[in-house]
C-alpha cells in the first residue's frame, strides 16, 4: 500500500525565515516518483518539484531545495528566505511506476503553510 | 501554452440530482486524471482515462462515471448526488509513461 504522511499540520514563518515542510511516505515498489505541489487559496495545485526514487542527490532550485532519503523514507521540502506569496497550502505526494503504467497519486493531507510579513 | 482548463468554476446542486463538470487536458497531453478534494484534505483519485478508456479507479462508488473524447478532453458525471459529494474536484493532465501530472483550477461543487 502507499502512503503519505504530512505530519505539520500548520506552520508559520515570519518573511525571511527558511522554513523545512516534512514528508514520510511508505511504498513497497521500488520504482516511484516523489513530488511536492502547491495549493494557493484559488485552489490550483501548481507543481513545484519532482524525484525519481533512484536518484537521491539533493538539489536547488532557487529558493526551493530539497531533501529525498530513501534510508528514512522522507522527502522534505525547503523554502529558503519565504516571502508572503509563499503562504499557501503544500502537498507531498507519490506515484508509483509499475511496468508502462503510471497512474495515481497518492497525496499528504498538506500542510498550511503561512507567511507574515 | 494552454493549460488544463475546467468547467463550470462552481457549481450548486441539490441531493439527487446529477452533475458534470469539463476538463480540456494541456496541450500534447493525453492523459486525464479525476481526484476529489474535501475541505482540509489532500485530493483523493477518483479515475484516470487514456485512449477513451478507463484505465485505473481509485475506491469510489458506480455513481462517479467518465468518459474521455477523442480530442483527449474529459467529463465527470455524478449521479444521484449525496451532501457529502461537496468538494473541489481537480482535473490533471500528462503524457502516458510520464510521471508529472498538471492541475487545473478545479470546479467547486457544493450539494445542498
Known amino acids: 500500500a502507499q502512503k503519505v504522511t504530512q505530519a505539520q499540520t500548520e506552520i508559520s514563518v515570519v518573511e525571511k525565515e527558511d522554513v523545512t515542510l516534512d514528508c514520510v511516505y511508505e511504498t513497497r515498489d521500488t520504482t516511484y516518483y516523489l513530488f511536492w505541489y502547491k495549493q494557493p487559496p484559488s485552489g490550483e495545485l501548481v507543481f513545484l518539484i519532482r524525484r525519481n526514487s533512484f536518484d537521491e542527490q539533493n538539489e536547488i532550485s532557487g529558493r526551493y531545495s530539497w531533501n529525498f532519503q530513501k534510508s528514512t523514507s522522507s522527502f522534505n521540502f525547503t523554502i529558503t528566505a519565504s516571502q508572503v506569496v509563499d503562504s499557501a497550502v503544500y502537498f507531498c505526494?507519490?506515484?508509483?511506476?509499475?511496468?508502462?503504467?503510471?497512474?495515481?497519486?497518492?497525496f499528504g493531507r498538506g500542510t498550511q503553510l503561512t507567511v507574515w510579513p | 501554452d494552454a493549460g488544463v482548463t475546467q468547467s463550470p468554476t462552481h457549481l450548486i446542486k441539490t441531493r439527487g440530482q446529477q452533475v458534470t463538470l469539463r476538463c480540456s487536458p494541456k496541450s500534447g497531453h493525453d492523459t486525464v486524471s479525476w481526484y476529489q478534494q474535501a475541505l482540509g484534505q489532500g485530493p483523493q483519485f477518483i479515475f484516470q482515462?487514456?485512449?477513451?478508456?478507463?484505465?485505473q479507479r481509485g475506491n469510489f462508488p458506480d455513481r462517479f462515471s467518465g468518459h474521455q473524447f477523442p480530442n483527449y478532453s474529459s467529463e465527470l458525471n455524478v449521479n444521484a448526488l449525496l451532501l457529502g459529494d461537496s468538494a473541489l474536484y481537480l482535473c490533471?493532465?500528462?503524457?502516458?509513461?510520464?510521471?508529472?501530472?498538471?492541475f487545473g483550477p478545479g470546479t467547486r461543487l457544493l450539494v445542498l
Open positions: 482515462y487514456y485512449e477513451e478508456e478507463e484505465r
Open positions: 490533471a493532465s500528462s503524457l502516458q509513461y510520464q510521471e508529472t501530472q498538471y
Open positions: 505526494a507519490l506515484v508509483y511506476d509499475r511496468g508502462s503504467t503510471l497512474g495515481r497519486l497518492y
